[in-house]
Structure formats: structure tokens, C-alpha cells
């Protein structure tokens, strides 16, 4: 179930009356919707010989296998006929963006086949999944926006793609797995880098298939045995890339990048910046290219999103730690739905102090992906 600070409503409802922690913020924008896709659909959008294989349901490399008690999906998701609430525009903006009055929410999908062995298949199924999502969802409903996927270990592929449909007013960035076959600052992905500036997009991570076809092992040690220790270690690969990306010079390469590390919690950032401004301070000559701190760099290229935010004995424990980092030009609200641990907009922003409250729930948001809240897109 989703926490809350209001009073619970049905899947069908809406609640009425603005919440304490939100009446000073004149935007909500969540970042992370998931949208449960219609694969009769994308097959039908799939040339030959791709859609026979995508029909038989070889959608991807498969899952970790690791079982969640609570399942993915919380149940106050499914409608009193028994359809899923998330793979539908309407129902989608009935339960989420009307029930909670968000302005803006990010459409981010699913896909296995972004990390399947067989690049051409899945950059295929990642360009259907696309066109899936313009055609079904955002021409449906104009306040939402959408991640488009791609296959990564197919770089120059990647950016065909992001140049094919990177221009459509409602694609506000580029999905990626956070599980990759090598990190994400390695050179090879230089094309998809150039692609996503040149349309003006972001790159945005999300977790759920590490140790899935070509991602490798879940983590560094090999397999964890269950699902409370994956889930758990999430936030390793997330540290892995970023200080990857920054190594590497990618944002030295490509200033205008951003880039969106969505549902990796946000508590583990600033001991990273401590350790990574100290080990660069000796160890500067292997990365010649790096002209200042790698927190500054972080700081001017990272959002983090806020679920999951950890959620530590006292409140003020939290606040502490996103003093410790630029927190209010940094993070981005989101409310995960429709999972199982997702969080709604009234206790995220509880959980914000005040005085960034209304950056961190909306208009960070807006001024990464080029939206103003007055008049639509900017």
C-alpha cells in the first residue's frame, strides 16, 4: 500500500481538501508512473520477424526471480471489475493525477528486452514500446509525459531512436535499466550521450532488472539470496554509475546533460561526494579531464527522486542529511505508482522541509523538462 497522511479514499475516489504539507506548493509533478503496457499493442507495431517472436512472448530475458510477499502492484490498484487501474491513460489520470491534483507525471515503462543479448529485437521492441506509449497514452491525456526506452548496449541504435522520437512534445527523457553490462561512463555509450543533448533530454535510470539477461550479476558479490537483500543493495548500482558517469567525463563531454537516478533512495549521497572529493584530490591525475570536485559536478548534473526516501527514527535525522547536499535543487518528487511501496504526494512532502517543499514537489521537475506549470510546455 501507498502511504499516506490523509485519510485513505477507494481506487476510485478522490480526496477532497488540500493537505497540510502540500498547501504551499502551486505544483505537483510526479516523476514516476509506471504504466502497465497493452503487449497486443506493441506487437502489432513490430515489423516482421520481431513480432511472431514478441507474440509468442519472448518480451525479454526474463526476471531475477526473486519473490516479493507484498507483490509488485498494490491491490487498491485494481478497479471493482477486476482491470488494472495502470493500463489505461484515463484511469491512470483518475487515480493518480486527478486524485491527488498533479499537474504533470512521468510515464516511465518497463523494458526487458532493453537488456536481451539480441540487439536488434530489442531496440525493435523498444521503438513499438515507444510508439505504444505516444499513441495510447500521451495523445490520450495532455498532462502526461513519458520516458522513452531504448537498448543501451546497442549505443548508436539508441540514438536512432532517440532522434526518431526525442522531438515529440510530450517524450521528456531517456530510460535506461540502472543494471548495464559495463557502467554507464564508458565510452561506448557516447552516441546515445550526443543523441539525447542534441533533442534536449535527460537520461534517467530505474532499477528492477539487475542480474537480468546482459545486466550481469545483481551486485558487486554475485546473487543475494532473496528479495529483502536485493532490494536493499538497489542503491549500490546507483553509486556505481554515478561515480562512473563522472570518472569518465561524460558531463565534461556533454555540459547541457542531465542525468536521473529515479527510485535509488537519496541517503547514501553525500557520504559518496565526501569519499569521491577526497580520493579525486589524490588521485586527480587519472582523470585529467575532471576541472572541479566531483560534488560539484553531481550537484550540477544528479537528480535523485524521492521515493523511495529513507525514512530514518526521527524526521529531523532526514533533514539533517539533505543539508548535507544541495536536496532542494536536487531531488524530484515521485510516487512510484503503482507499486507496492510507492508514496503519495501528501506524505512525501511531508517528509520535505518547508522551505524547499515546493522546488522539490514540482518545479524542480519543470525546469528540467522544459514545462511551465502557467501555460504547459515552455
Known amino acids: ?61 526474463g526476471m531475477s526471480g526473486y519473490w516479493n510477499p507484498n507483490g509488485v502492484q498494490r491491490a487498491d490498484t485494481i478497479r471493482p471489475d477486476g482491470r488494472d487501474m495502470a493500463t489505461r491513460a484515463e484511469w491512470i489520470a483518475e487515480d493518480v493525477l486527478d486524485r491527488y491534483g498533479i499537474a504533470y507525471g512521468v510515464l516511465n515503462a518497463t523494458h526487458p528486452a532493453a537488456l536481451s543479448p539480441e540487439l536488434d529485437y530489442g531496440s525493435a521492441v523498444a521503438a513499438a514500446e515507444n510508439d505504444h506509449l505516444i499513441r495510447a497514452w500521451l495523445e490520450v491525456d495532455g498532462r502526461l509525459r513519458a520516458s522513452m526506452v531504448v537498448h543501451a548496449f546497442a549505443p548508436k541504435q539508441a540514438a536512432a531512436e532517440i532522434r526518431r522520437v526525442g522531438g515529440h512534445p510530450g517524450i521528456v527523457q531517456v530510460l535506461l535499466p540502472s543494471a548495464t553490462p559495463l557502467a554507464l561512463g564508458h565510452r561506448m555509450y557516447e552516441p546515445m550521450y550526443e543523441a539525447a543533448t542534441e533533442m534536449g533530454l535527460p537520461i534517467a535510470i530505474h532499477p528492477g532488472n539487475e542480474g537480468v539477461g546482459i545486466s550481469g550479476p545483481p551486485n558487486t558479490y554475485g546473487y543475494p539470496s532473496n528479495y529483502l537483500e536485493w532490494h536493499t543493495d538497489l542503491a549500490t548500482g546507483y553509486i556505481l554509475q554515478i561515480v562512473s558517469l563522472v570518472t569518465e567525463g561524460v558531463f565534461q563531454k556533454f555540459p547541457s546533460l542531465q542525468f536521473v537516478a529515479i527510485e535509488g533512495g537519496v541517503s547514501w549521497l553525500p557520504a559518496i561526494m565526501w569519499r569521491f572529493d577526497k580520493n579525486w584530490k589524490a588521485l586527480r591525475q587519472l582523470a585529467p579531464w575532471l576541472d572541479r570536485p566531483p560534488s560539484e559536478v553531481i550537484t550540477e548534473h544528479v537528480k535523485l527522486t524521492t521515493q523511495p526516501l529513507e525514512e530514518p527514527p526521527h524526521r529531523a535525522q532526514l533533514w539533517q542529511i539533505l543539508d548535507m547536499f544541495d536536496s532542494a535543487r536536487m531531488l524530484l518528487f515521485s510516487t512510484d505508482y503503482p507499486h507496492w511501496d510507492g508514496d503519495t504526494p501528501d506524505f512525501a512532502g511531508a517528509a520535505i522541509p518547508e522551505h524547499m ?21 515552455a
Open 357 to 377: 517543499r515546493a522546488q522539490v514537489m514540482g518545479q524542480n521537475a519543470c525546469d528540467l523538462y522544459g514545462i511551465d506549470p502557467r501555460c504547459g510546455d
Open 1 to 61: 500500500m501507498s502511504r499516506s497522511t490523509a485519510e485513505p479514499a477507494s481506487a476510485l475516489g478522490v480526496v477532497t481538501g488540500p493537505s497540510p504539507s502540500l498547501k504551499s506548493v502551486p505544483v505537483l509533478f510526479d516523476c514516476d508512473i509506471h504504466p502497465n503496457l497493452d503487449h497486443k499493442k506493441i506487437a502489432s507495431l513490430l515489423p516482421q520477424p520481431w513480432r511472431r517472436r514478441y507474440e509468442g512472448g519472448n518480451r525479454g530475458p
